[in-house]
């Protein structure tokens, strides 16, 4: 289908005053690291304090994304890119709107979270590896999901049957082995006020 039809409408109001009247500056964190690892949680427990402190978030979780807008897609790897191209999107949207929008999601490949980051300015992605060892992943394995791909129930499983790329030069690394979800959290809260994101 062509786009030559689709003209861009620009807004009559900006992202720097639907930041302003938020007082705070917009911004993904953008949570990778295997299944298991503790994306989902840690990224929960950052908004609640991100709340707790009057400031306008939204978190974007990969199961509850597949319920909905992309429930039409599978794991194959072009799957995958196209999963991480729409969550982009979306989290792009809330940034214009002045959100500090939170994604969680495994994202394996470097050059998909690059293109997300390459949709917004400088600053505005910051990305969150949580680096847990894979066997501590699958003794916690939540989901059942580890015992599912080592059976070969799931196909192109990350970190089993399908590469995980590490963050070259992630803004935040939270090693997730021996500390607690508050102290995790806690990381990306203090980065977040060392460099004024919670004020506009």
């Not at 319920?67 to 039409?72: A, I, K």
């Not at 969150?128 to 992943?137: G, K």
């Not at 590490?166 to 990381?187: L, T, Y």
Request: charged share 30%; with cysteine.
């Amino acid at each position: 289908m062509s786009n030559k039809h689709i003209v861009w409408h620009d807004h009559h109001i900006s992202k720097q005053e639907r930041s302003k009247i938020k007082d705070q500056k917009p911004c993904i964190l953008w949570f990778t690291g295997l299944s298991g690892s503790g994306k989902s949680t840690i990224a929960n427990a950052v908004e609640s304090a991100l709340l707790a402190s009057g400031k306008h978030t939204y978190l974007l979780d990969g199961d509850n994304i597949r319920m909905g807008l992309n429930r039409g897609l599978g794991f194959s790897e072009q799957d995958r890119v196209e999963n991480i191209r729409r969550i982009g999107e979306v989290a792009k949207l809330f940034v214009d709107a002045g959100t500090i929008v939170l994604s969680a999601f495994i994202s394996p490949f470097q050059k998909d979270r690059d293109a997300v980051r390459a949709l917004v300015e400088a600053g505005e992605f910051i990305e969150i590896f949580v680096d847990t060892p894979l066997d501590v992943c699958e003794k916690r394995d939540p989901k059942g999901l580890y015992k599912k791909a080592r059976s070969g129930e799931i196909p192109d499983f990350t970190g089993i049957s399908s590469p995980y790329e590490a963050p070259r030069k992630p803004e935040i690394r939270i090693v997730n082995d021996r500390i607690s979800v508050d102290d995790a959290a806690r990381q990306v809260v203090d980065y977040l006020q060392e460099r004024g994101y919670l004020n506009a």
